[in-house]
């Protein structure tokens, strides 16, 4: 029974890793091992793969339609690229790593999109690195861990969608165990950028400089309409982070009364999703501030239209490449080889089970290739027992939210990663030459940190209700 799951897990990886659709061969990974259990294929399939990926679609489509949009108004406007060079201009060439990593950093802790940013950060990060003399194979490493790293998933309040998945499975927000997750956010930035300043004196040891410049970008940013100035174009991204804070706290206390209405409606089971409500309604202001900061901009270059289609479409895309996955993982959890699995995984007992869901999430996130889908598997399969361990020990909720998230981005951003090649192709860069750094900054150092917090939480004992 667990053969045929393996040999779908092995498959979906294979297929990831070759850059097919997901959406596509999810359900065919699904029912290989529907079909290995001798289970019915048509109701696998639409029954309990279709349910479930439509229910994640009903959960979370608003936000990723809308953080989608957000970036790319951030980005045709011009906004994200002139944080992005005011940050840079500051720290100057000596410190361009450092100026790399808070610019992604800012951009993806503001709400705007993994993707966004690296096309944003990268101009300005080569210009850097080619005045500095620095390797540019470091680039991709400097993006990666200030987009993929701290400010995607440990970072408290971030509007990431790996932060806001697991509230919906612990009834918890945006801010869910701060201490734990800010202490995390920074080691693994303070680690992150100690390797990657290793590397550089290391490679600037051996006589390795920037190399050949790279001739599809161009170091002149003046396409002839006058930049966003700094301060109006950071407001955006402040304004989606104070507001997703305010709402929280304050939907919080009314959200009960305002599913007064709704009795009607199978709510009972699935907690308030305050978390999904306060982050709407902030990326909607954020973007009608970008829209209308940047108006002059917009006019000048006509791409409003652009950024609104662009972000609206592409939205979908993302939406159904995690939902698919979600529909393979409830196929996949309701086999009897998976309850094999599950037993297993938790037996890993410290006392905890925060190390059981730390490695659950993190393997399936690197089968899956995604941080977002391969939580959602885990958390859907394995979600509502984390929880009932966890009230079973006085363990706060607000742990297995913060760990759950932390998790998703380790092991995510294998090789095989969409981020990962995407990011490769943006930077120019081959995996042989810039993914070890890519590797140690998103892989290596962000699991670390998070089994030693892990650690340390249960041997003092910390995070009990």
């Not at 339609?65 to 201009?89: C, N, Q, W, Y």
């Not at 100026?99 to 690296?118: D, H, K």
Request: net charge neutral; glycine share 10%.
């Amino acid at each position: 029974m667990v053969i045929g799951i393996i040999l779908s897990l092995l498959l979906l990886t294979y297929i990831a890793y070759k850059g097919y659709s997901v959406i596509l061969f999810a359900p065919v990974c699904a029912l290989l091992a529907a079909f290995t259990a001798g289970h019915s294929l048509l109701p696998s399939y639409t029954e309990l793969f279709m349910i479930k990926a439509v229910t994640y679609v009903k959960n979370f489509f608003p936000v990723f339609l809308l953080g989608a949009v957000f970036g790319k108004v951030m980005e045709e406007s011009g906004a994200a690229r002139s944080v992005a060079r005011f940050i840079a201009g500051k720290l100057g060439p000596e410190r361009a790593v450092l100026a790399v990593v808070l610019s992604a950093a800012v951009l993806t802790y503001g709400g705007v999109s993994l993707f966004v940013v690296a096309f944003a950060v990268y101009p300005f990060a080569s210009a850097l690195f080619l005045e500095a003399n620095l390797p540019r194979r470091l680039i991709p490493g400097a993006i990666a861990l200030g987009a993929f790293g701290f400010t995607m998933t440990a970072t408290p309040g971030t509007p990431q969608i790996q932060n806001i998945i697991p509230a919906h499975y612990f009834h918890t927000d945006a801010y869910a165990a701060p201490a734990f997750g800010l202490i995390g956010a920074i080691l693994i930035a303070v680690l992150g950028c100690l390797w990657l300043e290793y590397r550089k004196r290391k490679m600037l040891a051996a006589g390795e400089g920037y190399g050949e410049p790279d001739t599809r970008v161009s170091t002149n940013f003046n396409d002839g309409v006058p930049e966003l100035p700094p301060l109006l174009a950071v407001t955006p991204l402040l304004a989606v982070l104070v507001l997703n804070f305010a709402l929280t706290k304050i939907m919080s206390g009314w959200s009960k009364d305002m599913m007064a209405g709704t009795a009607s409606l199978p709510l009972a089971n699935q907690g308030i999703p305050v978390a999904n409500w306060a982050l709407i309604l902030s990326l909607i202001i954020g973007i009608l501030l970008a829209i209308v900061f940047a108006g002059r901009q917009f006019k000048a270059r006509g791409n409003l239209q652009t950024a609104l289609n662009t972000g609206a479409i592409g939205s979908l895309l993302a939406i159904m490449n995690t939902a698919s996955e979600t529909g393979y993982g409830n196929v996949v959890s309701s086999l009897p080889g998976f309850a094999s699995v599950r037993s297993f995984l938790l037996s890993i007992d410290p006392g905890t089970p925060l190390l059981s869901e730390a490695l659950t999430v993190n393997v399936l996130a690197g089968i899956s290739g995604s941080a977002s889908g391969g939580m959602s598997i885990a958390l859907e399969a394995m979600g509502a027992r984390y929880l009932e361990w966890a009230n079973s020990i006085g363990l706060d909720p607000e742990l297995l939210h913060r760990v759950a998230a932390m998790s998703s981005g380790g092991f995510d951003s294998l090789p095989h990663n969409g981020a990962v090649i995407t990011l490769l192709a943006i930077t120019g860069m081959t995996h042989k030459k810039s993914y070890p750094d890519i590797g140690m900054s998103t892989v290596v150092i962000p699991f670390a940190v998070t089994l030693v917090l892990i650690l340390v939480w249960t041997v003092l004992g910390l995070g009990k209700v």
